[in-house]
């Protein structure tokens, strides 16, 4: 690897961009090897590697120490909100995009578990259905995987976090589900739903944001955002199905076809 730039350093990993066989590419490499940073560092590299999806980012080359990924070119979504809130066109383009690679994930048995604005990438800026790109398996759960090293250990963010993977409960789907609603809230909003989020989570306050955007998506997010995870969508696809039936009642073009863009398990 060669023009090694440090991004970041945290819990024993380094965040690099760098270029490798001739392109770009942001490398992780293991820093503190201890033996829990270790397996989460691994297990994060197979689930990665267990999905191919054009919205999804996969690694490019895993070594024992070290995980290179194509480079993104632009900017996450939460800097991207942080210029302010999207339209209903937009959102849900991103939203829909968000959705396809959950959809390809959930297919391959990979429950992402992390998903926030921080955790999705713009290409090229642009705030459109093919420019997502989902990153960070960091705390994803894989039902192909025998251990389960986040179980007790690790939390997500409270805000984005579904309230039963709040109380433990890993690889459960809808969880995702949940994490898209408030990702859909938050790019409608600026902001996420609950103020306290600690305090929703633990069952101890309900107060929420007043549901923002047209009135078309405010079934849908009331749908994710219920605590009740039985209450929610059946699965990505038929969030999926909602979400570009309400862009057909806000006279926006639907979704693409899932079918086209469907993933690879590996
Ligand atoms: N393939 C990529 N190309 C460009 N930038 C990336 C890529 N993957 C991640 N990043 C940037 O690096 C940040 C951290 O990456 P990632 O989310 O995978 O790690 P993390 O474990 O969450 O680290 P942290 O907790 O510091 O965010 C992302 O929020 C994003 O800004
Ligand atoms: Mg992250």
Request: proline content about 7%.
């Amino acid at each position: 690897m060669t023009d090694r730039v440090t991004l970041s350093e945290r819990a024993g990993v380094r965040c690099e961009s760098a270029c490798w066989a001739g392109r770009a590419v942001f490398a992780k490499t293991l820093v503190f090897d201890d033996p829990d940073t270790r397996a989460r560092f691994e297990h994060e590299g197979s689930v990665a590697a267990s999905v191919r999806h054009p919205l999804v980012v996969s690694p490019l080359a895993v070594a024992r120490d070290a995980l290179l990924f194509p480079l993104i070119g632009g900017v996450t979504l939460r800097e991207r909100l942080d210029g302010g809130p999207l339209g209903a066109d937009e959102a849900t383009l991103v939203a829909g995009g968000v959705l396809a690679a959950v959809t390809a994930l959930h297919a391959c048995g990979v429950t992402h578990h992390d998903l926030k604005p921080e955790n999705v990438m713009l290409d090229g800026g642009r705030a459109a259905f093919d420019a997502v790109r989902v990153i960070d398996f960091g705390m994803s759960h894989s039902v192909k995987l025998p251990l389960d090293i986040h179980s007790g250990t690790r939390m997500g963010t409270p805000h984005f976090m579904a309230p039963e993977q709040f109380l433990g409960v890993r690889g459960d789907p809808r969880s995702d589900l949940y994490s898209l609603g408030v990702l859909l809230f938050d790019c409608l909003a600026g902001e996420p739903p609950f103020e306290d989020a600690f305090g929703w989570l633990a069952g101890l306050s309900d107060l929420r944001a007043p549901l923002p955007g047209p009135e078309a998506l405010h079934g849908l997010l009331t749908r994710c955002l219920t605590r009740d995870r039985t209450q929610r969508p059946a699965s990505a696809t038929a969030l999926y199905t909602d979400l570009s039936d309400a862009r057909g009642a806000l006279g926006l073009p639907a979704l693409p076809d899932l079918e086209d863009w469907a993933g690879e398990c590996r």
